[in-house]
């Protein structure tokens, strides 16, 4: 059964860094897009940060020039560096991937159980 499991939360003061890791486990025939989401109280999902197979990048607007979001497709890594935290990045944030898992031509959206980012002095 394919899971995505997150970390590198926490708690960090506001201008910190963080950095989150996602593996995909179990064997995978091969795994698209790789994304990154967050929900914080009252909002709704929105993504933060995607990467193509092939290594193109897309952010949202708000996270442009502070995040990093960067992929091993050996290791079926996901990561998202977080620098210059603000308080309004607190949210949980959630790994996202879209996969085949065997060789039959079949996609499946999967997300991960997410990881708390708190930005707070």
């Known amino acids: 059964q394919v899971q995505l499991v997150e970390s590198g939360g926490g708690l960090v003061q506001p201008g910190g860094s963080l950095r989150l890791s996602c593996t995909a486990s179990?064997?995978?025939?091969?795994?698209?897009?790789m994304d990154w989401y967050r929900q914080a109280p009252g909002i709704e999902r929105e993504l933060v940060a995607a990467?193509?197979?092939?290594?193109?990048?897309n952010y949202a607007d708000s996270v442009k020039g502070r995040f990093t979001i960067s992929r091993d497709s050996a290791k079926k890594m996901v990561y998202l560096q977080m620098n210059s935290l603000k308080p309004e990045d607190t949210a949980v944030y959630y790994c996202?991937?879209?996969?085949?898992?065997?060789?039959?031509?079949?996609?499946?959206?999967?997300w991960g159980q997410g990881t708390q980012v708190t930005v707070s002095s």
């Open positions: 996202h991937a879209d996969i085949q898992p065997g060789p039959q031509p079949n996609t499946y959206s999967y």
């Open positions: 179990a064997n995978i025939f091969k795994i698209y897009a």
């Open positions: 990467i193509t197979s092939g290594g193109v990048t």
